[in-house]
């Protein structure tokens, strides 16, 4: 049975959809530029000649900056840290984030010892020797092992088991003879689905963009991840560029400040892509999930 709606309503709908139509083009316009902008000709996307479609479209920024062996090489070592840094997060977490929604004795204090390290840390100098002491400086695996657990996720596992998972399971579970592993792995973590999608796209992201580990901890080329070796492709292009004009070059200076610009938004558009297409993938958890154990209830 179809309902009428009121005048205040269509009012109310029309307005609603008007907004969210405007919301999402200021969303998807920024990425939909960034994609023509990469396959057109640099000297349009300069003059501002790009704006709804592609214009001259040249494959030149794709063409240089996949043919250096360095930016596979390192596209490897972010998806094998990616992929495994959030499992290794995800179980932490999880673990984490049940233990601390038990009652136990000394709750409070490893509570306070968990939001404590949120907001003061010994800094980058301590940090950095503690690592190398460690013997993880030029090792891969400092990539999995540093930060691999988030208090602020932490504390969204906790609410979420807290508040979404009854009490009473846990009572009728203990009845059956169940021990907290099994009540963990049988019960917890398939009523966790969403959670679980949340923090995958909340790890793989901040492990996909990490930039800060590889500047600072790691010399060594081939563990070096995407971020730090397409920066460096970019500066290394930028410097030939100035170098050309110095030496007043008038093709290769074109020709460098073509690849140059189209490079920069190339780089962009492969960094990008894989985390868009996590998002997508995982979109009706992370839809659920986002705000799941957000209020007390």
């Not at 094998?80 to 009652?103: D, I, K, P, Q």
């Amino acid at each position: 049975m179809k309902v009428k709606m009121s005048t205040g309503d269509r009012i109310f709908t029309i307005v609603n959809y008007t907004l969210l139509i405007l919301a999402l083009m200021m969303v998807i316009y920024p990425l939909y530029i960034i994609v023509i902008a990469s396959i057109s000709d640099p000297y349009a996307v300069m003059r501002g000649e790009v704006l709804l479609w592609p214009k001259d479209i040249s494959f030149i920024g794709y063409e240089r900056l996949l043919k250096h062996k360095d930016i596979w090489i390192a596209y490897g070592n972010t998806i094998l840290y990616t992929v495994v840094g959030t499992l290794l997060n995800l179980v932490l977490t999880l673990m984490t984030g049940y233990a601390l929604s038990r009652e136990f004795m000394g709750k409070k204090f490893f509570n306070l010892m968990f939001v404590f390290t949120m907001f003061f840390s010994g800094g980058l100098i301590p940090t950095f020797l503690q690592v190398k002491s460690y013997g993880l400086y030029n090792n891969p695996l400092v990539f999995i092992v540093m930060g691999a657990i988030s208090v602020w996720n932490v504390i969204i596992a906790r609410t979420f088991m807290k508040s979404s998972l009854p009490e009473e399971l846990y009572e009728a579970a203990v009845m059956d003879g169940c021990s907290h592993v099994r009540y963990f792995m049988k019960i917890v973590l398939p009523l966790s689905k969403a959670l679980m999608g949340v923090l995958v796209v909340y790890y793989a992201v901040a492990h996909w963009n990490d930039y800060m580990t590889g500047l600072i901890y790691i010399s060594k080329r081939n563990y070096q991840p995407l971020q730090v070796v397409l920066k460096e492709l970019l500066t290394s292009l930028q410097v030939t560029d100035t170098m050309s004009s110095m030496l007043n070059d008038v093709q290769d200076n074109e020709l460098m400040m073509r690849v140059a610009e189209s490079v920069k938004y190339c780089a962009i558009v492969i960094s990008t892509v894989p985390i868009l297409a996590l998002y997508t993938s995982m979109q009706k958890f992370f839809v659920k999930g986002v705000m799941i154990g957000s209020v007390k209830g």
